[in-house]
Every structure is written in C-alpha cells, then in structure tokens.
C-alpha cells in the first residue's frame, strides 16, 4: 500500500552535503526531466529581480531572499521526510518512530514535492527550497 502525502511550505535547514543525483529518487527513469525543471528554477531564482524574488518566495526579508535565491544545487540537503516541516508532519512525528516503522514509511509514503515532484520518504538530497 501507498500513502500519498502533501509536502509543507514549512520545512527544516540544514542537512548534509549529498547531492542531487539519480541514485536518491524515486523514478530515476524521469530524472533527467526532473533536473530539467530543477535547474530551470535554478537560472530563474539566480537572475530574477527583486521584485520577482518578493513575490516568488512569498517574503520582504533581505536573509530570506538571500537564502533562496543562491544555487539549489550546493545546498545542504537531507532525507525527504526529514526535510518538512509541516502539521502533519508534526503529528506524524517521524523521528520518534521506531527503525521499522520509519523503514515502512520511507518506502511507502509518496510525497508531492512542488518543485521535485513526487518522491519516497526515503529518498536522499532534497535540499532547502522555496
């Protein structure tokens, strides 16, 4: 069975310094469309206006502008299910689990990144993104 899972808005920093690569995500079939599209964002946070930075990341603050505006592809990442930082999140209390509940879910839950796409619980290298 498959669990679908929406991705949060909120979500932790940090991590480590994997990297995007084929090997960390579900579907490595249509990995190079998904780095398409990553690298797409990418030119476009690096070379938008302030303006469009603004309104993109939902935020005025200079440090947050800052932060997501600097290339994806050197960003700390982490585990998926570690990276959000939602209510159900929360709630599903992840770290608290127990070594074979976490390995069910990291093989079970699907979850809709809206810039990743769908990707495993599981899967490595998802970095910090707005």
Known sequence: MKILFSPSEAKYIGGNSQKITQKNYIFPN???KRLELITLYNQYIQNASQD???KIF???KENTIEYYSNDIFIRDTMKVIERYDGVAYK???YATL???E???LDKNVI???NLFGPLLAGDKGLPDYS
């Open 111 to 113: 979850i809709f990144s």
């Open 58 to 60: 939902g935020s005025k």
């Open 102 to 104: 976490k390995n069910y």
């Open 30 to 32: 249509l990995f190079d």
């Open 98 to 100: 127990k070594n074979n």
């Open 52 to 54: 469009e930075l603004i």
């Open 91 to 93: 709630y599903l209390d």
